[in-house]
C-alpha cells in the first residue's frame, strides 16, 4: 500500500472538504480534479523520496573466476 507523507494527507483532506466550485463576485473558482490532486501528490512523494536515496539500487560489480589468472 501507498503510505503518504502527513503534510500531503492534510492537503488531501483540505482538499475533501473543500467545495469543488465556488462563484463568487463574478469570480468562478474551481479546483482541478482529486484524482489529479492524487497523481500529482503520488509522483511529488516519489521524486522526494528518489531524492532521499544516494544509490541507484543497481550495484555493479566485475565477476572473476577463480584461478583465472
Same mark, same amino acid.
Given at each position: 500500500?501507498? +503510505?503518504?507523507p502527513?503534510d500531503?494527507?492534510?492537503?488531501?483532506e483540505?482538499?475533501?472538504t473543500? $467545495?469543488?466550485?465556488v462563484?463568487?463576485d463574478?469570480?468562478?473558482?474551481e479546483? !482541478? $480534479?482529486?484524482?489529479? !490532486?492524487?497523481?500529482?501528490?503520488?509522483y511529488?512523494?516519489?521524486?522526494a523520496? +528518489?531524492?532521499?536515496?544516494r544509490?541507484?539500487?543497481?550495484?555493479?560489480i566485475?565477476?572473476?573466476? $577463480?584461478?583465472?589468472d
Open positions: 500500500m501507498f +503510505a503518504m502527513e500531503t494527507k492534510i492537503v488531501i483540505n482538499a475533501l473543500a $467545495p469543488r466550485r462563484k463568487a463574478g469570480v468562478d473558482i479546483q !482541478q $480534479p482529486l484524482s489529479d !490532486q492524487l497523481a500529482a501528490a503520488r511529488l512523494d516519489g521524486k523520496a +528518489a531524492a532521499k536515496r544509490s541507484l539500487g543497481i550495484r555493479l566485475k565477476l572473476a573466476p $577463480p584461478g583465472g
